[in-house]
């Protein structure tokens, strides 16, 4: 090795540098399966990004959708319309343009409940394991009546009585919000208590205490000294809710309290095509059906191996 | 007045309604630029009195007797805000554990830049030549480059000499070094100790230095207070405690140093162990182990007694000064 190199390496890395040698990407390069799940996330998040230049036809735009072209197959099977990739829904929209949409909508969903349900749960969470004591009691206990309702009734209680008492006109043009709402503070609780349990492992330790002597805020302890120390249980925790939040959604759409059918997600895109199922209309409900188990279960194979890689003691090599 | 000066100290810690005294009526006082060692040994509260210095006793634990000047102002009725503005600054404290002191997710600079920003108004590339220096002084070689690593990538040695840079970092008046090499390797122990009193002494640093060890507070100190169960039973100058230790628990202390005994010896040791602080002995706490018990050590707490430079808090002491002054008085 020349001088030169050795000095270049001694020389501070810069962020990128730092990353590309650091132990997180050696186990991604790796993982096989981990890279495919990243390829295949990269791909439909890629897709549900640029919807609007990748679908053939605009789903939210009535002037494009003909009746007479409802139900019509995929192209493989017979009867199928060649500009109609993978056929149409009863509406005669686009399937493939609609699930481009969809997924945005859903993604959207997914990724803005969790950012609430981790705002809510960190703040919560670091509150309740720093100060301790009654504070931490009573924080605790919230979660606890909180998690004591399963997700579900709560959005479903929620979210009929506001559809009920505003109409569904209203509803319609608030659903997205309201989904994120209801996903987001009915699930917090799961962040406050991973987040409660690694503050209080944190606390006791050495470099707190050197904080507090050193004369720091217990503000900027939390946030600047704990918070940083958490982070790995933080971003494992957060792959299996974004799966989490977009079944959510999913289910509450395919029980018609989600999205409305004109700005369809993956779930109620499922939803619409299940009536036509048995008139042989299939494949309205399959194919969303199936890129959302493969959306789901790539972001949890990448949990998986994030879980594993942020782990030191499963260190291999 | 002297630059710190504990009166009285007392610190509770109220565990389910049981009232138990971490620490009772400790009081000393310390000069600029003086070196005090507190021993004892585990559980004697040695800890607790930095900590209480500080104003940072955690709950359930409150100071409920007693001040702490520092220059005269009454450390434990400063508000939160006040006190803020004296840790780190004017006292600065040195942990045990170097591996654990420094927060892992930071650079050496992050952390020390972040302690300077939080104390002085200084733009980054300021604190980051102060940090630089600092490290210089307590000789990591190539500070340049350490400045911008992690603490994992350093030896033990190393970042507790990163620590006692980030001490250094405001010009404290008083440095609280809690047991600053037991975590270290022997042959490093003398490294930062020979270092830390060189910094002490050049930057005219007071130093409070809590230990077991009384080899290094023989060689650190001028000052020597020794504690058991939440009291002090012996204080006075080093060189007296050291070599002429009145109370038997002190004199028990030093006969357990290995250097007390021949090769293949078995070494002395104070038989029993510290009581728990929930169940002192009535009297002189450490009667149950001592050797020299008389009838009133199981009675009567003993008050100090001065022999030569040290006060002592034992009967057998008092006894002992007594009977020579009665013999003055015969002769």
């Keep these: 090795m020349s001088q030169n190199t050795i000095a270049t390496l001694l020389k501070m890395p810069n962020l990128w540098q730092r990353l590309k040698r650091s132990h997180l990407i050696h186990s991604f390069k790796k993982d096989k399966v981990a890279i495919a799940s990243f390829t295949i996330l990269m791909l439909f998040v890629g897709a549900a990004i640029l919807a609007p230049l990748l679908a053939p036809f605009d789903p939210y735009d009535p002037s494009t959708i003909d009746i007479m072209d409802s139900e019509l197959p995929p192209v493989w099977q017979e009867e199928s319309e060649g500009k109609f990739l993978l056929g149409t829904d009863a509406q005669g929209r686009d399937l493939l343009s609609t699930m481009l949409y969809g997924m945005r909508t859903s993604l959207l969903i997914g990724i803005c409940a969790v950012l609430l349900q981790c705002f809510l749960g960190v703040v919560v969470g670091l509150c309740a394991g720093y100060f301790g004591g009654r504070i931490d009691s009573f924080l605790m206990r919230i979660a606890d009546i909180q998690l004591s309702f399963s997700t579900l009734m709560v959005a479903i209680v929620v979210l009929a009585v506001f559809q009920a008492s505003f109409g569904a006109e209203l509803y319609s043009k608030l659903a997205l919000i309201m989904l994120i709402l209801v996903i987001g503070i009915a699930e917090w609780p799961q962040y406050a208590r991973t987040i409660r349990a690694s503050v209080l492992a944190e606390k006791h330790k050495e470099y707190v205490d050197a904080a507090r002597v050193m004369g720091f805020r217990n503000s900027r302890i939390m946030l600047h000294h704990i918070l940083p120390n958490t982070l790995s249980p933080l971003l494992v925790i957060s792959t299996v809710q974004i799966a989490n939040a977009i079944i959510s959604e999913a289910s509450l759409s395919f029980l018609g309290l989600g999205m409305p059918v004109s700005q369809p997600s993956l779930g109620s895109l499922i939803a619409s095509g299940f009536e036509y199922i048995f008139s042989g209309s299939w494949w309205i409900s399959a194919i969303p059906g199936i890129v959302l188990v493969v959306l789901v279960m790539v972001i949890n194979l990448l949990g998986d191996w994030l879980r594993d890689a942020l782990n030191p003691k499963l260190y291999k090599d | ?331």
């Design chain 2, 1 to 331: 007045m002297s630059f710190l000066q504990v009166n009285n100290l007392e610190v509770t810690f109220n565990l389910r309604n049981n009232p138990l005294k971490a620490l009772q009526s400790i009081s000393f006082d310390l000069e600029r630029g003086e070196r005090l060692g507190i021993v004892g040994e585990s559980g004697a509260g040695k800890s607790v009195v930095a900590f209480a210095i500080l104003n940072l006793i955690s709950r359930p634990g409150k100071i409920t007797a007693g001040e702490v000047l520092l220059d005269g102002q009454d450390l434990s009725k400063l508000s939160s805000k006040e006190m803020r503005k004296i840790r780190g600054n004017k006292v600065a404290m040195i942990f045990q554990d170097p591996m654990m002191t420094l927060n892992p997710v930071f650079t050496i600079g992050d952390q020390m830049i972040e302690c300077l920003k939080a104390h002085r108004k200084i733009s980054k590339a300021n604190a980051k030549k102060i940090a630089v220096q600092k490290l210089k002084q307590v000789q990591i070689p190539s500070p340049e480059t350490r400045i911008d690593q992690y603490p994992h990538e350093l030896s033990g040695g190393m970042k507790q000499r990163i620590i006692i840079a980030i001490a250094l970092l405001m010009d404290p008046a008083l440095i609280i070094a809690d047991e600053p090499t037991t975590a270290l390797d022997v042959t490093i122990q003398a490294e930062i100790m020979e270092l830390l009193l060189e910094l002490c002494e050049s930057n005219h640093v007071a130093l409070i230095l809590i230990t077991h060890d009384l080899g290094v507070v023989s060689h650190v100190t001028q000052k020597t207070i020794v504690m058991y169960a939440g009291r002090i039973i012996e204080q006075g100058p080093t060189n007296e405690i050291i070599n002429d230790a009145q109370h038997p628990y002190t004199q028990g202390l030093i006969n357990a140093l290995p250097q007390q005994t021949l090769p293949g010896e078995k070494l002395n040791q104070i038989r029993g162990t510290m009581p728990s602080l929930q169940d002192i002995p009535t009297g002189c706490a450490f009667n149950p182990r001592c050797d020299f018990i008389l009838d009133v050590c199981t009675q009567l707490r003993p008050a100090f007694t001065q022999s030569g430079g040290c006060s002592v808090a034992c009967h057998m002491v008092q006894a002992m000064k007594d009977a020579e002054k009665g013999q003055d008085a015969y002769e």
